[in-house]
């Protein structure tokens, strides 16, 4: 089977978010199963040089969008397993950041189709193209309505996942002809048309043979309004073609046992002691008090209203008020980075705001926290609570997407579950769940229990991949 994904971004090379991680690991996982698995994003100027110098010229040529003749030249890099493309034009992609030019309904355009105009030129041919986001949504759209033609692009399948309904790739009708280049009629009959508008992210589920999202209860949320931004109508009334899949995680780069950059390494055998000393060393690192017994909470996150941050703000002077320490890492909305800051400055023993990202601090922290606090309004699927899992830091969650799919609540009588949940958008719930959890804390046996069970939870990637080839070779005897 031969699979090409096809994305915005992907890790190691370039990240603004989740999506970046998921196509660094999934296309690998499925690479063990002994499949033909080949990535391709846009080649930024913010890769990284030494990427940049790996890479190997494939082929160049010219893409036809709309009225104008494009260059694009294909490059590759070989790793894990996976055949990496990068398209390169520097008129779209030599910038600065990734998203939000003004033009980036015609970047991405010109990307989904100098896509399909390489797959000829460099032999090699898809079983299924696997699209991401709103970036890629008009791949199935260029596939079925123009390519479609060539005998070469005949039999190709299309799998279109959504990792956040919320962006949605929005434009006006104008485009139409400027841009996509094809009749009018497609968004007359409401194939790329929604509200008035062109929206990519309809495009994509439109022309998909199958619809993925990253966690079964997302699958589910996304078919009523309050999560289903304007599409829910859509989605239910295509319920059959779409599926929910939970994300996996990296445990090669998520892995406490050999993580280099905590200060001690450790498994589920001695997680008490290895976090200790991760915590005190946080601590004196970031200037809290070293004091035994005292449980520290965390958060990584972006600062923004999707993540919850409203309910935290409203209670976090009553939760510091207790014998707790609070470590922030994020970047995001300048009322919340203020909050966290001003929080900081008046409890600066007990609460430390990083206002910032660093992949290195932010491993040190799931490493030393004790609780991972992620209470968010919604969720498609979370990796922050599968890391703090995997690193003994018990979530702290709402009943929400992903979360509710990988967190589940514990039980003090069964010793069951593996961290601690509340299911309403309500600041008094989140603390007396936390409160919950410190109560637990406290009795270092019971504490030990969900520790384990926290670390020996599987949500790696294997178990996902398994589920992605078994819907490929459903899609394939369509």
Known sequence: MNVLFVASEAVPFIKTGGLADVMGALPKALAKKGMDVRLVIPKYSRIAEEAKKQMKEVTTGIVNLAWRQLYYGVE?????????????????????????????????????????????????????????????GLMGVFLKEDFWHDDFYKGIKVIYTIHNLKYQ?????????????????????????????????????????????????????????????????YIRDNGEKVTGIINGLDVDVYNPETDPYIKRQYSVANARAGKRENKDALRAELGLRIKRGVPLIAMVTRLVEDKGLDLVTRIMDELVDDDVQLVLVGTGDAGYENAFRELARRHPTKVSANITFNEALAHKVYAAADMFLMPSRYEPCGLSQLIALRYG????????????????????????????????FNAHELLFTTKRAMGYYEDTALWDILVRNAMTSDYSWDR?????????????QQ
């Not at 990068?86 to 003004?102: A, P, S, T």
Request: charged content about 25%; glycine content about 10%; overall charge negative.
């Open 464 to 476: 996902s991949a398994e589920a992605y080839l078994n819907l490929y070779k459903k899609v394939l």
């Open 76 to 136: 590759e890099i070989k790793q894990d397993g996976v055949t990496v493309y990068f398209i390169d034009n520097e008129w779209y992609f030599k910038r600065d950041g990734l998203y939000g030019y003004g033009d980036d309904d015609e970047r991405f355009a010109y990307f989904c189709r100098a896509v399909l105009t390489m797959l000829p030129k460099i032999g090699f041919k898809p079983d299924i193209i696997h699209c991401n986001d709103w970036h890629t």
């Open 169 to 233: 790739g929005i434009y006006p009708p104008s485009i139409m002809r400027d841009i996509i280049g094809l009749p009018q009629e497609l968004f007359d009959k409401g194939n790329l048309e929604c509200d008035g508008c062109v929206n990519y992210m309809k495009s994509g589920m439109v022309y998909a043979d199958h619809i993925t999202t990253v966690s079964p209860s997302y699958a589910q949320e996304i078919t009523y309004p309050y999560f289903g931004e304007g599409l829910d109508g």
């Open 393 to 424: 830091a018990i979530p702290i969650v709402r009943e929400t997407g992903g979360l509710k799919d990988t967190v589940h609540p514990f039980d003090k009588y069964s010793k069951q579950g593996n961290g601690l949940t509340f299911p309403n």
